[in-house]
């Protein structure tokens, strides 16, 4: 199920994410591969993350 909401982020949340943890990629890595500030990957995987969060509680998820 959470392979299919991550499916459903749009660029570059979806890319971070499957690099970081499908490819298990650090933070470094992944800002050279897509050409982007590592502060930058950071920020854009705990956005990713929230909007994750949302959709599983909207979905009826809790913590």
């Not at 979806?14 to 298990?24: A, D, G, P, R, S």
């Not at 995987?45 to 509680?57: D, G, H, P, S, V």
């Amino acid at each position: 199920m959470i392979a299919d909401l991550v499916c459903q982020l749009s660029y570059p949340y979806k890319e971070v994410l499957y690099l970081q943890y499908y490819n298990e990629m650090k933070v470094k890595e992944i800002a050279a591969l897509l050409q982007i500030r590592p502060d930058y990957v950071r920020q854009v995987a705990r956005r990713a993350k929230e909007q994750l969060r949302k959709k599983m509680t909207e979905m009826g998820y809790e913590r």
